[in-house]
């Protein structure tokens, strides 16, 4: 009876309930629905974030407020991107699981009862505890820096998905403004086309030009809303994918004003920044690639316990007899030494991976540079085209209305319109996101060739203090 009382004791100490969620299904929708950025929310969105490391300076409540501005949509994904959020929530799961790691084991406890109903009244009771756990040694140990390290990890994590959070919000900004620009052009120019047809029709019933270039003329014509349709499509799908990226619903971009980015300029940085938040996270990674190799060698400590051992002859709590109990149980080699040679795999490999992000990093940049620099010389190039095909037109458009021009020539001329709208357009929107992937790839704070710093990029092991901090 007592080792069943004892038991139901035990059992009921053990309970514990997890919290209830902060919100309802309909609560989350809801909330989702309603979403607009705030000073407030952005504030809290970026509390766990090392804001001057990511150059990212709080705006103001009016420009929050205005999605004329870029800092409207910034916030936007700095507080609602589901990456940032994912991110987010994987830091406070990590910080909250630090808390318990290194923990000692349980408290292990053990009631003997000789013999049920019988004569015999002896009973026993053992406790034992994980000496090396309340001594914060050997594996506890580990596991409390392995958890610091992916406390760490997860941290520079969330930065990266902060760092990249605008740029991914300003590329579908981009592919909009670059669809309703296409739109607006073309949409223009198949309303000089459809008035000029009126008259291609005209002399065909007259029988003053043939089937076939009428039929051409139609055709051109017929292609332009095609272009357009596709444009159309391009910006619905735009405003859907910056939807997606802002982490807003779809009515707060159905109305987007001009932002002017694909007239904006930008400056070409020099060099990468040594603490661009990919290879923060990329030295981070090899922190806890280290701390999990620590880990499982740490696994050839024996286990060690130790505790009361508390005996009641005559059944009841007089006499007692107070005694110990020291347990130890070690490992065989066989159960480390495999997990311990993978994990330095690991630790090797995650090495390897920071090398190559470093010089990964240098050559995305080199090309970043030299594809923007190529985008600006074919912007110019085709805005060259684009003008001289719109003066053409022009007077291709004056000849026909006043029979100096064929249709074959009105054709030919509004053929070549299209293309050289089509390529404007394009070369503006290329340019553009030449430009703003120069600066993702540079990072932060990109500092000039030959810097002293660059040389820190060769050395992470230099830089683990650092980064710790």
């Known amino acids: 009876m007592k080792l069943i009382q004892s038991s139901i004791a035990l059992l009921c100490a053990a309970c514990a309930a997890p919290r209830a969620a902060h919100q309802t299904i309909a609560e989350a929708t809801a909330d989702y629905e309603n979403r607009v950025p705030e000073l407030e929310i952005l504030d809290e969105a970026l509390r766990l974030a090392d804001l001057e490391a990511l150059s990212i300076h709080l705006p103001s409540r009016e420009e929050i407020a205005d999605p004329r501005r870029d800092a409207y949509w910034h916030a936007s994904a700095y507080a609602f991107a589901p990456k940032v959020r994912d991110a987010r929530s994987a830091v406070l799961a990590t910080l909250a699981l630090e808390g318990a790691a290194g923990a000692p084991d349980p408290v292990a406890v053990r009631f003997v009862d000789h013999e049920f109903g019988g004569d015999d009244t002896l009973f026993e009771s053992v406790a034992t505890w ?22 760490l990890a997860r941290l520079a994590n969330l930065g990266l998905a902060l760092w990249e959070a605008p740029f991914a919000v300003d590329r579908a900004r981009i592919a909009l403004e670059t669809a309703s620009l296409r739109e607006e052009r073309l949409a223009a120019l198949l309303e000089e086309a459809r008035s000029d047809l009126a008259r291609v029709q005209l002399l065909a019933e007259r029988g003053r030009i043939g089937a076939s270039p009428a039929a051409m003329a139609r055709g051109q014509v017929h ?27 779809p009515e707060r971009v159905r109305q987007t004003p001009a932002w002017g980015l694909l007239a904006r300029p930008h400056d070409v940085p020099a060099g990468c920044d040594p603490d661009h938040p990919v290879l923060r996270s990329a030295r981070l990674e090899l922190a806890l690639a280290e701390a999990r190799l620590r880990a499982v060698a740490a696994q050839a400590w024996p286990n060690l316990r130790f505790g009361p051992h508390l005996a009641f002859p005559s059944g009841g709590l007089d006499p007692l ?5 020291f347990a130890a149980s070690v490992p065989t080699p066989a159960r480390y030494e495999g997990p311990m040679e993978a994990a330095a795999v690991e630790r090797d490999r995650a090495l390897e991976r920071y090398a190559e992000r470093v010089w990964g990093m240098r050559l995305n940049l080199e090309e970043a540079i030299q594809r923007a620099q190529l985008a600006g010389d074919r912007e110019r190039s085709a805005g060259e085209v684009e003008a001289a095909s719109a003066s053409a037109w022009r007077a291709v458009r004056a000849g026909f209305q006043h029979s100096r021009s064929s249709v074959g020539e009105w054709s030919d001329a509004l053929e070549r319109r299209r293309g050289a709208i089509e390529q404007w357009v394009q070369a503006h929107s290329s340019r553009a996101l030449a430009q703003l992937e120069t600066q993702r790839v540079a990072g932060p704070h990109p500092e000039p060739e030959g810097h002293g710093r660059r040389a820190a990029l060769a050395h992470p092991e230099g830089n683990q203090q650092e980064v710790a901090r």
């Open 321 to 325: 007899r107070l005694g110990g109990v």
């Open 223 to 249: 292609a332009i809303e095609a272009a357009l349709d596709a444009a159309r499509q391009a910006r619905v799908a735009a405003r859907a994918q910056l939807a997606r990226e802002a982490g807003l619903p």
């Open 130 to 151: 994980d000496l090396l756990g309340l001594l914060g040694a050997g594996p506890n140990r580990a596991q409390r820096e392995l958890a610091e390290a992916t406390s």
